[in-house]
């Protein structure tokens, strides 16, 4: 069973895209200015959410101009969501498997089987 609930628009312009809703155990009394500070949060998930969106399916400059931006640079730095790229350590990660030994005779005294 859910919580109480409270609901804010998400607006995309002066358009109703959706709503964020925010989930608690306890009834609570939003202030003004949070409940501003709410709607202000969910529309701007939204834009990054149709600018990301957009820049997978077709690119930047398309995204911005959505957004209403004249210059890309601005949707690139904070509207356009780029996916993390670890850098792939499975060959060190590896050494955490079953049968696997710990200490590596390239790698110095980095195994923990080394105390100091």
């Known amino acids: ?3 109480p609930i409270s609901v804010f628009q998400c607006l995309f312009g002066e358009v109703l895209v959706g ?4 989930y608690d155990r306890i009834p609570r009394q939003w202030s ?3 409940q501003e500070f709410l709607t202000d949060l969910a529309s701007a998930i939204f834009r990054k959410t149709v600018a990301t969106l957009i820049d ?3 690119n930047a400059k398309d995204a911005a101009g959505q957004l209403g931006h004249d210059d890309e640079s601005i949707t690139k730095k904070h509207y356009i969501v780029k996916p993390a790229v670890a850098p792939d350590s499975s ?3 590896e050494k955490l498997g079953p049968g696997r030994a710990v200490d590596d005779p390239g790698h110095g005294d980095r195994g923990p089987s080394q105390a100091a």
């Open 32 to 34: 003004e200015d949070q």
């Open 56 to 58: 997978k399916e077709a």
């Open 19 to 22: 709503a964020f809703c925010v």
């Open 91 to 93: 060959h060190i990660l």
């Open 1 to 3: 069973m859910c919580g």
